[in-house]
Every structure is written in C-alpha cells, then in structure tokens.
T-cell receptor
Framework: DTEVTQTPKHLVMGMTNKKSLKCEQHMGHRAMYWYKQKAKKPPELMFVYSYEKLSINESVPSRFSPECPNSSLLNLHLHALQPEDSALYLC?????????????????FGDGTRLSIL | AQKITQTQPGMFVQEKEAVTLDCTYDTSDPSYGLFWYKQPSSGEMIFLIYQGSYDQQNATEGRYSLNFQKARKSANLVISASQLGDSAMYFCAMRVPSNDYKLSFGAGTTVTVRA
C-alpha cells in the first residue's frame, strides 16, 4: 500500500461531465504535485502546491483546476475534457520544494487515477 | 537546461541475474539530486534510490545500487539477483535548483525478467 492515496482508481467520463480526482497523504509533507502520464511515457508535471499555495502551473489548460483544501488533501477538478486528456493522473508529495535540502527529498507517488474521456 | 537520457527502451534479464540500467544527465548546476523510480504495470511510481551530486559514495538500497560516475555524468542503476517482480518500467530523474527543483524524468527503460 502506498502512503499517498488517490481516488478513484479508474474514471470514465464524457466530454461534458464534471468530475474530481482526489489525493490524500498523512506523511506531513508540505509539497504536493499533479502529474499526467501517457502510456509508456514519463510523467509530465502539471501543478505544484507548496504549503497549500499553488507555486507552479505548467501552462495547463483551464479545464483542469487544482485545489489544495489543507496540507493533506489535493484535488483536481475536471470539466469539459477532451479525448487527448485520457491518461494516468498521478499525485505525489514531498517534504518540501524550493528550500535548502529539497534536492534530496524524493517525491512519493500514489497509484494514480486512470482517466478515460469518451 | 537539464536533460536526462535513458537509451535502453527495453531489456530482458534472466531471473537471479544482475541488470544495469543506463542513465546519463546534463546540467550546469553544481548541486543536483538523482533519483530512480520503478513503475509496475499497476501504475504506481515507487521511489528506489537517491544519489546527491556531492555524495562521495555510491548509494545502495537492498538489491539496488547506483553506479555514480560524476565526471561522465552517468548514474546507472544496478539491480542484483533479479526477481520476477522486478519486471517494470524504470525512470531515472533529476532535481536541480535552477529548474525550481522540479523532477525531470528520462524516457524510461522497460525491464522484463524471465523465469
């Protein structure tokens, strides 16, 4: 079992639907991340939250809307997605991001949500 | 700019044998961190091992060891005594301060362990 929990594990939605992906960690990490991963490709960073504030948005389309309600939770709200958005969405957390010592902090990933857009 | 290169798309290894996965990197930052992750078909990314740019010794974690050659900018992962459960995709990754400490991944290497 991973220490980062993602729900749901699978999600199928139409292009007009609104859904949310959820991520939870209880390791006391203050940095949380969303990645998108296509089959047989490396993960691509989407968003970074540091101390519950959005610190990095990698020019992600507005149909993806992240939210960090508290230090343990991270959501990704989805609306009007396109078929090309079908992918594995991974959440990760780490102790810190930009401070001294961040270089040696591994990111801990969840199992991911497999998203299919019809 | 920083770059991670994994040149082996796929590898086969016999059970109980060792396998080396290649990773080269390029960065102008004097300080950096190198990571290896394992991703089984189930999807989870599992952190395996870390090597810092100033670490004098090669990192080891159980059956995993990192062959760090700083002058050659290589950080190869060695898996000893391969097991069927080692079949997965393996990613080399790097963090540097100049890239906002973001994790940059290589293209990955798929390892298949044969019985």
């Amino acid at each position: 079992d991973t220490e980062v929990t993602q729900t749901p594990k699978h999600l199928v939605m139409g292009m007009t639907n609104k859904k949310s992906l959820k991520c939870e960690q209880h390791m006391g990490h203050r940095a949380m991340y969303w990645y998108k991963q296509k089959a047989k490709k490396p993960p691509e960073l989407m968003f970074v939250y540091s101390y519950e504030k959005l610190s990095i948005n990698e020019s992600v389309p507005s149909r993806f809307s992240p939210e960090c309600p508290n230090s343990s939770l991270l959501n990704l709200h989805l609306h009007a997605l396109q078929p090309e958005d079908s992918a594995l969405y991974l959440c990760a957390s780490s102790l810190q991001t930009r401070r001294t010592g961040a270089l040696n902090q591994p990111q801990h990933f969840g199992d991911g949500t497999r998203l299919s857009i019809l | 700019a920083q770059k991670i290169t994994q040149t082996q798309p796929g590898m086969f290894v016999q059970e109980k044998e060792a396998v080396t996965l290649d990773c080269t990197y390029d960065t102008s930052d004097p300080s950096y961190g190198l990571f290896w992750y394992k991703q089984p078909s189930s999807g989870e990314m599992i952190f395996l091992i870390y090597q810092g740019s100033y670490d004098q010794q090669n990192a080891t974690e159980g059956r995993y060891s990192l062959n760090f050659q700083k002058a050659r900018k290589s950080a190869n992962l060695v898996i000893s005594a391969s097991q069927l459960g080692d079949s997965a995709m393996y990613f080399c990754a790097m963090r540097v301060p100049s890239n906002d400490y973001k994790l940059s991944f290589g293209a990955g290497t798929t390892v298949t362990v044969r019985a």
